[in-house]
């Protein structure tokens, strides 16, 4: 199971937003290297809200590097992620909606996330182990 707080194609939606058509062309040259590299998720999870709140939450947080952030470039944004999540049907993807979180709700939300993938991923790997053991015990005929 592969599980990541970091999705590769984040780095395309980006792009497609920043660059010039020029750049965006080289760009993608390279990101298809790097993304035949990376095996793809078996579940992706999205946190969404919709533009307005994440302009709030932008400003609230005050990141230096969000300064210049405005509410067009996220719906732009928005509209990007909604394109590719239509076209890219590889993984699951889970979506939850959290515009009406606060940050309380937010982290319970996560932390009920991040633990509902443990136990999947503690469950597959026992059922990978249980497999391996099987396999072990039916290929090895001398074994005690």
């Given at each position: 199971?592969?599980?990541?707080?970091?999705?590769?194609?984040?780095?395309?939606i980006y792009a497609q937003r920043n660059l010039n058509k020029l750049q965006?062309?080289?760009?993608?040259?390279?990101?298809?290297?790097?993304?035949?590299?990376?095996?793809?998720?078996?579940?992706?999870?999205?946190?969404?809200?919709?533009?307005?709140?994440?302009?709030?939450?932008?400003?609230?947080?005050?990141?230096?590097?969000?300064?210049?952030?405005?509410?067009?470039?996220?719906?732009?944004?928005?509209?990007?992620?909604?394109?590719?999540?239509?076209?890219?049907?590889?993984?699951?993807?889970?979506?939850?909606?959290?515009?009406?979180?606060?940050?309380?709700?937010?982290?319970?939300?996560?932390k009920t996330i991040l633990k509902t993938i443990h136990k999947t991923f503690?469950?597959?790997?026992?059922?990978?182990?249980?497999?391996?053991?099987?396999?072990?015990?039916?290929?090895?005929?001398?074994?005690?």
């Open positions: 199971m592969v599980v990541s707080d970091y999705y590769v194609d984040q780095n395309l965006l062309k080289r760009f993608k040259i390279e990101f298809n290297k790097v993304k035949a590299l990376c095996q793809i998720p078996d579940v992706k999870i999205m946190l969404q809200c919709n533009p307005h709140t994440a302009f709030k939450r932008i400003q609230k947080r005050k990141h230096a590097g969000d300064t210049d952030m405005d509410l067009n470039y996220l719906h732009g944004l928005n509209a990007l992620w909604v394109q590719h999540n239509k076209l890219n049907t590889n993984a699951l993807l889970l979506s939850f909606d959290t515009t009406a979180l606060n940050k309380l709700q937010m982290a319970l939300l996560a503690d469950y597959a790997s026992w059922r990978v182990a249980s497999k391996n053991k099987t396999a072990m015990r039916t290929a090895t005929p001398f074994s005690t």
